[in-house]
């Protein structure tokens, strides 16, 4: 080998930094090879860029409202190129960021990719070779057009990032957490959106309830949502617009853009897996136990690389953990996946931690399993007469009623979740949320005030 290290990291996105940085406060000599900008797609194509667009989105929301309110009238219009200034000068400071600690940690970062040569050992782009007794796969995943007719005349999620205003009309293709954001956002801001959803709801995983009224949300706000309407193919008409055609033959359009979400896979072509004889499965993820270990000894793999949640605080848990136990003598620390609480930024926010109730009741039986509800519309809303309202639900097991769902759809749902999913965590009952003085008046409140 040219150099010898105890941990190659490949891949700096949030899993590997967050794994180089642990490993290196242990004492470990790392290498980290990310060919493209530090922070993966969190960073640079995903979370913090699309939580601007959101919160952008969320200030045009309240200035269109504004005038109901009896504030003089003025322009909710977002001028898209001086917002991507502030958000990329936001993102340029992350990446500053991550090179003075990847500097004060000792930590060598090569700009290259890597492929495997031997079980232990990778190779650069300029042929330079890199061994060490154990390797961190943690290159993420990528978005994926659909195998139909035009799919090319379509973006990805990660194209998104590169418009400058927002189209006339837009076509999403999809209904999990990249379509329904990106349609929020792009309604939001001036845009015509239309989804094409191939099942019969929005979002697959959350409670039904919630999502249902997600979708009537979005109805109200504009969207137009066609549930049941896979996408066949895609086209442009004479006036070289795009027109989508659904798998039963009906023609929409036309729309100055078509954006598919619909799904990502693992980023592994590059890698020469078979190499090292690290196995993946039938969709290409990289196969991991619940230690992160992949079929080879010292070779662990961590975030959308693998099966495991595609949630940005699972990698960087899973990459920390890993290294609190390679290195840093806590043998038995290792990610726990059970109750992950996740937001998908709509609007309003959908947010869950834990069973839903159909999933308590397979787990624990019809009996056991109480579910309560609170909906009702937040206070702003009801000032402005807006339509847009909120669901609450807890799901409870046992004569002693522990929560072990918490499902909330509404304003603030995203900043209220995380301290009642820590509560949920820890055993929480349902008398111990009315034990609890609620927060008048919020939308929190009824959380503690569900009967």
């Not at 530090?38 to 504004?66: H, Q, S, Y």
């Not at 000894?297 to 136990?325: C, F, H, K």
């Not at 159909?358 to 702003?380: C, I, K, N, S």
């Amino acid at each position: 080998m040219d150099r010898d290290f105890d941990l190659i990291v490949i891949g700096g996105g949030s899993g590997g930094l967050a794994g180089a940085f642990r490993a290196a406060e242990h004492g470990a000599r790392v290498a980290l090879l990310e060919p493209h900008l530090l922070g993966g797609t969190c960073v640079n194509v995903g979370c913090v860029p699309k939580k601007a667009m959101w919160l952008a989105a969320e200030i045009a929301a309240r200035l269109r409202i504004a005038p109901t309110l009896g504030f003089a009238p003025g322009s909710a219009e977002l001028d898209w190129p001086t917002f991507i200034v502030h958000r990329q000068r936001y993102i340029a400071g992350i990446h500053d960021s991550y090179r003075r600690r990847l500097d004060a940690a000792g930590i060598v970062s090569i700009a290259s990719r890597a492929r495997f040569i031997a079980p232990h050992a990778v190779q650069c782009d300029d042929g330079v070779r890199l061994g060490a007794r154990r390797i961190l796969i943690a290159t993420g995943g990528e978005p994926v057009r659909p195998a139909i007719p035009g799919a090319d005349l379509g973006a990805v999620s990660d194209d998104f990032f590169q418009w400058t205003a927002a189209p006339a009309r837009v076509a999403i293709v999809g209904g999990g957490y990249v379509a329904v954001e990106l349609a929020g956002v792009l309604q939001a801001l001036g845009s015509r959106v239309e989804m094409f959803v191939r099942g019969p709801r929005l979002l697959d995983g959350f409670d039904p309830e919630l999502t249902e009224l997600l979708a009537e949300d979005y109805r109200q706000a504009g969207v137009h949502v066609h549930l049941g309407a896979a996408c066949g193919a895609v086209e442009r008409d004479a006036d070289g617009r795009r027109m989508v055609l659904d798998a039963a033959g009906g023609a929409h359009g036309p729309f100055d853009q078509v954006l598919f979400a619909t799904g990502r896979r693992a980023s592994t072509a590059s890698l020469a897996l078979d190499v090292a004889g690290v196995v993946t499965d039938a969709r290409g993820s990289i196969v991991v136990d619940a230690w992160q270990a992949t079929s080879v000894e010292g070779v662990y793999a961590v975030g959308d690389v693998t099966a495991q949640p595609a949630l940005t605080p699972v990698a960087i848990a899973a990459a920390r953990r890993l290294m609190s136990r390679l290195y840093g003598g806590i043998v038995d620390a290792r990610v726990d996946l059970r109750d992950v609480p996740t937001v998908v930024f709509s609007h309003p926010p959908l947010a869950r931690v834990g069973l839903t109730g159909d999933e308590a009741r397979a787990e624990h039986g019809e009996e056991a399993v109480t579910v309560l509800r609170a909906g009702f519309r937040p206070m702003l809303h009801a000032l402005a007469d807006s339509p847009q309202r909120s669901l609450f639900k807890l799901v409870c097991v046992g004569p002693e009623r522990r929560v072990v769902g918490i499902h909330l759809l509404g304003e603030g749902a995203d900043e209220i979740l995380q301290g009642f999913a820590v509560a949920l965590k820890r055993g929480i009952t349902l008398d111990d949320l009315h034990d609890t003085i609620a927060i008048h008046p919020t939308s929190a409140e009824e959380v503690v005030l569900m009967r």
